[in-house]
């Protein structure tokens, strides 16, 4: 076939990359699979040596710190991914709208998205802080009285945790969304107000069955991503008070901290469970 293909008029050989080419591609592969081994393959097999005795996970099992860690986590993660997925799900309908003052309305909604995390998180910080913060400066000058402890009581301290992950992670879940709706059909609803259909109608029949997957898909990875955040818990609290607002992005931290590198390795692989279904499930959901 190739004899033949080539001897027609007109036919062009096929050239195929020199050696020197190929040569040239696996050099310049080298680099990033070196960057790949030193700060990827290295590390996570080192930490996995680290954390291979079962003593470790008896001692991490037996500090009261790390059940509470535990519960933080799952209430972490619970409210906020929902939280943060219905209002990105009730907000993506609103800048649908074609009105002029919706564009500047979006511009700045993305503006905690876009800017770096760790300024922003600090500036919120100092602002909730029970002696000088500004919240508490105002709540003073208007009232005679003093705030709160924000971040000295776990439980605000764990609230404001995730609210600070809502706000900061709100707006690119809502422009995930946003993408969804516009590529419904305009027609569907069109054909819905001839019906008279309503707007709960429309979104139950129309907008929900076609955003379903991406909804589905986007709150999955919107978990692995939150069971990661390191920045909204240990930038505003610290893990305090009293190590009571950690969750186990943070836990490894803490354990560094004493000196116990081990237990900080072990807290690291305590949380795959919790990741590698969902990394499953999402790659299933991908594949389809």
């Given amino acids: 076939m190739t004899q033949a293909a080539a001897a027609l008029p007109g036919a062009r050989a096929v050239r195929r990359p020199s050696d020197a080419w190929q040569n040239w591609g696996r050099i310049l592969v080298v680099p990033y699979l070196l960057i790949f081994v030193i700060f990827v393959l290295y590390p996570v097999g080192y930490g996995l040596y680290l954390a291979r005795d079962p003593h470790n996970y ?5 500090d009261p710190i790390f059940f509470r860690t535990a519960i933080n986590t799952i209430i972490f993660v619970v409210v906020s991914v929902n939280l ?3 209002i990105a799900l009730g907000l993506s309908g609103f800048f649908m709208q074609t009105r002029w003052w919706i564009k500047i309305v979006a511009m700045l909604f993305i503006l905690p998205w876009a800017v770096p995390s760790i300024p922003t998180i600090l500036s919120v910080r100092f602002m909730f802080n029970s ?7 105002l709540i003073f000058k208007y ?10 009581d776990p439980t605000i301290a764990l609230s404001l945790s995730m609210l600070m992950h809502i706000w900061k992670s709100l707006p690119f879940w809502t422009l995930i969304l946003l993408a969804g709706r516009m590529a419904i059909p305009g027609e569907q609803y ?7 259909a ?11 069955p076609s955003m379903k997957g991406i909804y589905l898909t986007s709150t999955i990875l919107s978990m ?3 069971l990661g955040d390191f920045n909204s818990v240990y930038l505003l609290t610290g893990g305090g008070p009293a190590d009571l607002t950690h969750v186990l992005a943070t836990l490894g931290i803490r354990y560094l901290r004493l000196d116990q590198i081990e237990l ?25």
């Fill in 143 to 152: 009232t005679l009285k003093d705030g709160p402890n924000w971040l000295n």
């Fill in 190 to 196: 069109e054909a819905a107000s001839v019906d008279g």
């Fill in 198 to 208: 309503t707007r709960w109608q429309k979104f139950r029949f129309i907008t929900w």
């Fill in 58 to 62: 008896t001692r991490l099992f037996a």
């Fill in 264 to 288: 900080a390795m072990a807290s690291i692989v305590v949380a795959l469970p919790f990741v590698l279904p969902l990394v499953y499930v999402m790659m299933k959901r991908l594949s389809k």
């Fill in 224 to 226: 692995i991503w939150t």
């Fill in 131 to 137: 002696e000088w913060g500004v919240i508490n400066t």
């Fill in 84 to 86: 943060k997925m219905i």
